[in-house]
């Protein structure tokens, strides 16, 4: 090859040729080299010209170097390299030797992470919460010099800004809720990192590689689909959205793999085994492969709602290719017939191993089923649910509607609603953050292909609290979830001028004995409950009139005559204290000019912050009169005695109220939400406050409860203050107060918060601030 420059000419770079003229001897050698290490093309040519910044690999390296550190200024050299060497400094580079994610089943990351029954030994982790690797390094690690980080990648184009590419630093000390590692442990070259992950991460199979930094260069470790991550939700997690606070509920929706389906008729109910198998060997690279196929971005898979309507749409096949495909017709000699499914592994696996063909053939139980073995195996709580007298509702009107000639008979093309024997769903747990408070908890999710939401064959999670209450207005197919369970059968008869008119209908048709395996034993649990109040109840005709008015046929129910009295609820003050009874105010308007009279339902719950119902702690009914133009007041009180044991963290209430107008059948309903204060920290400086003296504060705390706290603990800290400080304390008596005294030595001048707040079992959210402002020692300023 002739050389544009000569072999003499200036530049770092004085052998660039371009392809003219012929090879030189040393040209030749080039192939012979490449023989003995695989790299491409460029890489050599670089090599070749430069063999100081891409020295040859060493083949026993898992890692990819570039050197940074070499030093090219001119010394008197001629240009020649420090006769360093290329292995030597390869030598100075810190490189990843190996890395060990402690895969384990019986290991302490997948038993803490309640993963060690996944039957492989891939590594299986859940968000939210640390874990532990070891990497071996080229040779030992030096924290002032050296800076490594982990990167893990998931889905076709990685993303940071959609979470699909994240770069893991290294830092002195964890913090909850974010990518973060920390080094716990060095044994020579070997380095033991703590993990942590985000509560609100994506699920999905991620890449890991390592990066090391160092004076001489940096290098990145090869991708090992062995080290790949398998990353699922936590409901151990308190601040995943699927936390669900029972263990034994952990251990039936998320852990136990076999359950069962229910079937047959109201009066006639069947039971039969499934083996839902979410642990067997290949199952969740199978489910994983599902979310793949669905074509969804790997970024909204962090959000259970979201995860749980895709695979909703992909467990049938007749828009995407789903898992089964569904056949009623009785000939199912191209498949297998439903009724000979037991379980939903070999479903799954034969789905997975001709890369996506739908498996044939399933009917609602094996929908249902092998979603509950998909959700279970990515860490969402689910159940299979069964519903004797299942409407279909094929018209949006909430009502099952058969339609008759004017001889009473039925006319078959328009009758398109119908009424099954039975039909299986899901039930899965989650916060819903996407919808006011109280709707959080179980969700219906229903795979059957029998209606499109959003062009989709798919179906919820519609919430139970909202299918309840009527309240048809919030996401996702809630009204198509309600008319299941509680739609009225309406019969209509043709006019002569071709019009129809209602001539009967039926109340009490629909949605009999919901139920699902129970927690822990092979029995029936009815939760019919949960989906609807006791049929012929004035809050079940209020949920069904409310539902209806947003139907297609909201003329079906008769509105009220007028709508003149109205309903609120009121607060004094901040509001109820903390281990005192819980006062608030109705308030009655009536605007008419007659009397009203009205039964009102009141129902208080315990709420997690996320929105999702903990328990019930009191249900009651009252008659009240509001005579013309009244406005009408009424206390209402809860005893603490109701509530002490059931509070959790956030300490939140809410009252929900309900009631018709007898005399003209107007629905009142509203929701009140509303918190038990509790008292706060109180800190006073003591002394001045001056850049390097000692000074103190004092910390002072009244018990509200009437019960003893245990084992109370403070945490008090201030930027330039004090760095973070945890007081054991101990035991703190009813309704007593204390007080304690911490000195420190502020280090910053300037005005400055001191934070403190009180760590305890049985009372959270006490906290406090203080403001101090630390003078300059140096110039005397105070």
């Known amino acids: 090859m002739r050389s544009i420059r000569g072999t003499s000419g200036v530049g770092r ?3 660039v040729t371009l392809g003219f003229g012929e090879d030189t001897e040393e040209d030749k050698e080039v192939p012979e080299e490449s023989n003995s290490v695989k790299e491409n093309a460029c890489r050599r040519w670089l090599r070749k010209v430069c063999p100081c910044c891409c020295p040859k690999p060493n083949e026993d390296d898992i890692t990819n170097t570039l050197v940074t550190g070499a030093d090219d200024k001119e010394d008197g050299t001629n240009g020649e390299k420090p006769e360093t060497g290329d292995r030597q400094l390869d030598e100075l580079i810190l490189k990843v030797r190996s890395i060990d994610l402690m895969k384990s089943k019986s290991g302490g990351n997948r038993t803490e992470h309640h993963t060690n029954l996944y039957q492989r030994d891939d590594f299986v982790i859940r968000r939210g919460q640390t874990f532990q690797m070891w990497i071996t390094l080229s040779r030992p690690f ?33 913090e909850d809720g974010r990518w973060e590692a920390a080094v716990v442990r060095q044994d020579d070259k070997r380095i033991m990192l703590s993990v942590n992950s985000p509560p609100t991460a994506a699920i999905g199979r991620y890449q890991l590689t390592v990066e090391t930094h160092c004076a001489n260069g940096q290098a990145v470790s090869n991708h090992d689909p062995a080290n790949d991550i398998y990353l699922l939700f936590n409901p151990w997690c308190e601040d995943d959205t699927v936390f669900i606070d029972s263990e034994v509920e952990r251990q039936e929706y998320v852990l136990n793999d076999i359950g069962r389906a229910y079937y047959g008729t109201e009066n006639q109910i069947g039971e039969r085994t499934w083996n839902y198998g979410q642990f067997d060997d290949g199952i969740l690279a199978a489910c994983v492969f599902v979310l ?10 962090g959000d259970p709602v979201n995860v749980v309507r895709v695979i909703s749409a992909m467990i049938n096949s007749p828009d995407d290719g789903g898992v089964l495909e569904g056949n009623w017709s009785g000939d199912y000699s191209a498949g297998t017939s439903p009724t000979v499914w037991s379980g939903s592994v070999d479903i799954l696996k034969q789905y997975h191993k001709t890369s996506g063909s739908p498996v044939k053939y399933g009917q609602c139980w094996v ?34 509607d058969v339609y008759l000639d004017e001889n009473l008979e039925p006319i078959d093309y328009l009758n398109a609603d119908s009424i099954w024997n039975f039909h299986v769903w899901n039930d899965c747990w989650m916060a819903r ?6 709707y959080g908890g179980w969700q219906a ?3 059957t292909p029998q209606e499109t939401s959003q062009g989709t064959y798919r179906c919820g999670p519609a919430s139970l609290a909202a299918v309840c209450n009527g309240q048809v207005y919030l996401k996702h197919d809630t009204p198509f979830v309600f008319a299941e369970v509680n739609s009225d059968k309406i019969y209509w008869q043709r006019n002569i001028d071709g019009t129809f008119s209602q001539i009967f209908s039926e109340k009490q048709s629909v949605g009999h004995f919901i139920s699902t395996k129970a927690v822990g034993t092979d029995e029936r649990d009815d939760i019919t409950n949960l989906y609807k109040y006791p049929e012929g109840s004035e809050e079940e005709r209020i949920a069904v009139e409310t539902a209806c008015s947003y139907g297609s046929k909201a003329q079906v129910y008769s509105s009220s005559t007028a709508k003149d009295v109205t309903i609120e609820v009121t607060m004094d003050g901040d509001g109820p204290e903390m281990g005192r009874d819980a006062e608030l105010t109705i308030v009655l308007r009536n605007n008419s000019s007659e009397q009203r009279r009205l039964t009102l339902h009141g129902q208080v719950a315990v709420m997690y912050y996320t929105g999702v119902s903990k328990a019930t702690v009191r249900k009651d009914r009252t008659d009240v009169d509001v005579l013309p133009n009244e406005v009408k007041y009424l206390e209402w009180t809860l005893d603490y005695k109701d509530y002490k044991d059931q509070l959790i963290d956030q300490a939140a209430l809410m009252l929900t109220l309900s009631g018709r107008v007898k005399e003209t059948q107007q629905v009142l309903a509203t929701q009140f939400s509303f918190r038990l204060r509790t008292p706060d920290l109180i800190i006073k400086p003591i002394g001045e406050a001056v850049v390097g003296e000692k000074m103190a504060v004092e910390i002072s705390f009244t018990n509200p409860l009437p019960q003893v706290l245990k084992a109370v603990a403070f945490h008090a800290e201030g930027l330039g203050l004090l760095t973070s400080r945890k007081i054991h304390y101990g035991d703190i008596g009813s309704r007593a107060s204390v007080s304690l005294t911490e000195h420190f030595v502020p280090t910053l001048p300037g005005p400055r918060k001191l934070l403190a707040s009180m760590d305890c079992k049985q009372l959270t959210q006490v906290h406090g601030v203080a403001d101090i402002t630390v003078g300059d020692k140096s110039n005397g300023t105070r």
Do not use: M, Y
Request: proline share 12%; hydrophobic share 35%; charged share 15%.
């Open 13 to 15: 770079f004085p052998g």
């Open 367 to 400: 929908f249902a089923c092998v979603v509950t073995t998909v959700l279970r195996c990515l860490g969402i709580p689910s159940r299979t649910v069964t519903n004797f007298s299942s409407a279909h509702d094929t018209d949006v009107s909430l009502t099952t």
């Open 142 to 174: 030096d924290p002032s010099t050296d800076k490594i980080h982990l990167q893990l990648k998931t889905g076709p184009l990685p993303s940071v800004s959609k979470g699909t590419l994240v770069t893991i630093p290294l830092v002195e000390e964890l």
């Open 445 to 447: 999710v229903d795979a």
């Open 433 to 438: 953050p996407d919808l006011p408070p109280g």
């Open 292 to 301: 793949e196929k669905s074509g969804t971005p790997p970024s909204g898979w």
